[in-house]
Structures are given as C-alpha cells and as structure tokens.
T-cell receptor
Framework: AQSVTQLDSQVPVFEEAPVELRCNYS??????LFWYVQYPNQGLQLLLK??????LVKGINGFEAEFNKSQTSFHLRKPSVHISDTAEYFC????????????FGGGTRLMVKP | KAGVTQTPRYLIKTRGQQVTLSCSPI?????VSWYQQTPGQGLQFLFE???????NKGNFPGRFSGRQFSNSRSEMNVSTLELGDSALYLC???????????FGPGTRLTVL
C-alpha cells in the first residue's frame, strides 16, 4: 500500500518570498510522483510530475520539485511567489507511470500575503 | 480545445435518494477516472474506465457505480445517499495509459 503525507496543512508566505511545500510518501514498489494545484471552485491542474530520470523536475508557473528516494520525499519549491499562487496544493503518488489510481496527500493551503 | 465537462456543477439531494453525475472527457480521450474530495477524507480514487471497461476500482461500497459509453462519456451513480456522500466529485480524462490526466471542475453534491 502507498501513502502520501503533506506535512503542512497551511503555509503563509509573503509575496516574492521563496516557498517550499513538503511531501513525503511511502510505497513498497517504485512510485511516480505528481503535484497538482487546485484554485477555488476549480478542478485540479497538474504542476509537474516525476516518472524517471533527473530527480529535479521543473513544472509550470515557475514551480519545481526534487525527488529524493533515500528520504522518500518530493518537496515542491518556488523561488518567488505571487498573490496568484494562493491555492491548495496536492502531492500524489501512483504505482504506474500512467498516473492511474492516484493516492493523494491531504493538501497544503498556500496563502500568499501582500 | 474544450476541457473536461462535468454536469451538473451543483446538486442537492436528500438521504436515501440516488444521484447520477455526468462527465464528458476531452475529445479523443478514452480514459475517465472519478475521485471524491471531502474535507475529512481528502481526495480518494473511485474508479477508472477505459474504452467502456472498468479498469480499476477504489475502496468504496457498492452503492457507488459507474459506466462509460462508446463516445467515452462517463456517468457515476450513487444509490441510497448518505450524509457522508456530500463531496466534490471530480472527473479526469486522458488520451491513453501514458498521457497526462486532465481534471474537470467537479460536481458538488450536498446530501441533506
């Protein structure tokens, strides 16, 4: 069985500051990792995904994440946030690279303050 | 290109009733998955359909069912509604097994 833990339920940060949203996973098999963003009253949008290869993954909107197998982590980072980044962020894991049957973390609400 | 469409966007039902939600995938996408999102349980996988066949199913009771039509449109049905079924139900589609999944805006179901 696999599971995902997002260590922070809320992260307040000032505009233009850097941010890191933490994600740890557990799985007995190889995993594929994803970060999604959900804006109010909307569905999920894929930010980035790690399937294989380079452990540093770049996504949309200036976000990036680093896969660390030894620490079973996949933290999301952005060097400078904007007000428009205020949203809920979800880390997810799948046991196949098709991203089927995603197991999601509990989400982290990023609140960017002016 | 139109995105994933879900209808209705909002729905209010009472306990014991049944409900059907609809999802129209992006044109050309053959895989449709359903997820339930609640404040308590978070996002949970319900089931996935590909070319009218259920490929995967999450850990939900038999009251939750779904189907996919030949045009890839999908419906999910919940019978004998319970208060705990109140949730945002998200549909996602993808072209094939290796494609990125695209989510719709969801249907918010409230059970009174």
């Amino acid at each position: 069985a696999q599971s995902v833990t997002q260590l922070d339920s809320q992260v307040p940060v000032f505009e233009e500051a850097p941010v890191e949203l933490r994600c740890n996973y557990s799985s007995s098999v190889s995993v594929y990792l994803f970060w999604y963003v959900q804006y109010p009253n909307q569905g999920l949008q894929l930010l980035l995904k790690y399937l294989s290869g380079s452990t540093l993954v770049k996504g949309i909107n200036g976000f990036e994440a680093e896969f660390n197998k030894s620490q079973t982590s996949f933290h999301l980072r952005k060097p400078s946030v904007h007000i428009s980044d205020t949203a809920e962020y979800f880390c997810a894991v799948s046991e196949n690279n098709a991203g089927n049957m995603l197991t999601f973390g509990g989400g982290t609400r990023l609140m960017v303050k002016p | 290109k139109a995105g994933v469409t879900q209808t209705p966007r909002y729905l209010i039902k009472t306990r014991g009733q049944q409900v059907t939600l609809s999802c129209s995938p992006i044109s050309g996408h053959r895989s449709v998955s359903w997820y339930q999102q609640t404040p308590g349980q978070g996002l949970q996988f319900l089931f996935e359909y590909f070319s009218e066949t259920q490929r995967n199913k999450g850990n939900f009771p038999g009251r939750f069912s779904g189907r996919q039509f030949s045009n890839s449109r999908s419906e999910m049905n919940v019978s004998t509604l319970e208060l705990g079924d109140s949730a945002l139900y998200l549909c996602a589609s993808k072209r094939d097994v290796t494609d990125t999944q695209y989510f719709g805006p969801g249907t918010r179901l409230t059970v009174l």
